[in-house]
């Protein structure tokens, strides 16, 4: 487990969405988030207070986590010396980057002197099997988007929090970094050497009570070139019973790809369905998360009801407006 509380490094984040791993963590452990710190040019803002390596830890931060996720998923070399200059000050790092902590000499040497430890959450610790297929006890609830960053994780995270309040056995089963940071544990299904993606959601969804529901983190989209394969194997070896859309309105191309729209949610709900089928014959669609960040009160409202007459499914902006709707559907 991290030591709390953190300091947030955001980098150089382009725009706010290449902060999402630090913004999820604000969201959902507040209370872990001491302050943030920001190189020149980044243009993501989490509105916490601006602090250096020496104010942060003056403070008490414990942990710098690396908050940007920046296409490509990787350790900046502009980032390297403020990642040393946390070591060095005593605090430990910690990273759900593709490439290592521990594959950069300076910051191993400077962790190694400082007796500071670096957390490489995108590592897999476990061997994971080949998926079979087997039906398993229990019930699962799947998000899946029509993009990728799009609101999955905190759809899940908005159910389970809604799921627990009404005494209902649920379990958030984070699948990306930014869930294991929220929740401690979890795997980095992206990270997983491909035959065994699968595997590895059946081994985090194993048998369990016939109540009780294990709401899986989605990942990528089904219609997007780049990450198609994370979502199928998340879809196969999670079986779920029930399968909730993600959609942001305002996208006007799939994430990093401006050559690509995004599809109809009517398009997203037939092809999660086919493929869901081919292990769970008797899945379901039963309802839509709409992220409605970019829209004004009104403007969300419209939208949720014209999405809800068209699609004949309960529409919600689940971190807006809470997630009751979608547990009903349950």
Request: glycine fraction near 10%.
């Amino acid at each position: 487990m991290l030591k709390t509380p953190y300091l947030l490094f955001l980098g150089d984040a382009p725009d706010q969405l290449a902060a999402k791993v630090a913004q999820g963590i604000k969201d959902w452990r507040p209370q872990f988030c001491l302050g943030q710190l920001r190189l020149e040019g980044c243009r993501a803002d989490l509105g916490l207070p601006e602090m250096s390596v020496e104010q942060a830890r003056a403070a008490g931060a414990q942990t710098l986590v690396v908050g940007a996720a920046n296409r490509g998923g990787v350790i900046s070399p502009a980032w390297l010396d403020t990642l040393v200059a946390a070591a060095r000050a005593g605090m430990d790092i910690a990273s759900g980057l593709h490439n290592r902590l521990s594959h950069l000499p300076a910051l191993v040497e400077a962790a190694e002197k400082a007796g500071t430890k670096l957390f490489d959450v995108r590592v897999p610790q476990n061997d994971f099997p080949i998926a079979d297929g087997k039906r398993r006890t229990g019930k699962r609830c799947l998000a899946v988007g029509t993009d990728c960053s799009i609101g999955k994780m905190y759809t899940a995270l908005a159910m389970e929090r809604e799921m627990l309040a009404r005494g209902m056995k649920a379990t958030f089963r984070a699948t990306g970094q930014t869930g294991i940071l929220i929740t401690g544990s979890g795997i980095p299904l992206d990270a997983v050497v491909a035959d065994f993606m699968a595997g590895a959601v059946e081994w985090l969804t194993p048998d369990n009570d016939p109540d009780h529901w294990d709401v899986i983190e989605g990942q990528g989209s089904l219609f997007h070139p780049s990450f198609s394969g994370v979502t199928l194997a998340l879809i196969h070896g999670g079986q779920p019973d029930a399968l909730v859309l993600c959609h942001e309105p305002t996208r006007t191309h799939m994430r990093g790809l401006p050559h690509y729209a995004l599809p109809s949610l009517e398009a997203l709900r037939d092809l999660a369905l086919a493929t869901a089928r081919i292990v769970n014959p008797e899945v379901r669609v039963t309802g839509i998360s709409v992220n409605t960040a970019a829209l004004s009160q009104e403007e969300a409202r419209r939208y949720l009801e014209e999405i809800e007459a068209r699609m004949g499914l309960p529409a919600v902006d689940p971190f807006r407006d809470g997630a009751g709707r979608l547990v009903d559907a349950l």
